[in-house]
């Protein structure tokens, strides 16, 4: 991995988590500067709308920037 909030295809499969360890998705794919991610089926409205992510899609786009570090097979994104 090229640093530690960002992603290559190494990557596709790790489970994303907040800085509390709930986890809210998965990484499906990685682009240059962003990731796809498949929501967890348990995932609340609330914390779906604190992500941003509205309606019901099959992904959902995690810009690097919102990654705080990759450790082992979790993507721990940045506390809001």
């Known amino acids: 991995m090229a640093s530690e909030n960002t992603l290559t295809t190494s990557d596709e499969g790790k489970q994303v988590v907040t800085h509390d360890n709930e986890v809210v998705g998965q990484v499906v794919s990685v682009a240059e500067h962003s990731a796809e991610v498949n929501p967890d089926t348990d995932l609340s409205d609330t914390m779906m709308s604190k992500l941003g992510w509205s309606g019901h899609e099959e992904t959902y786009r995690l810009e690097f920037d919102e990654i ?9 994104l940045k506390s809001s």
């Open 68 to 76: 705080d570090a990759v450790v082992d097979d979790q993507v721990r």
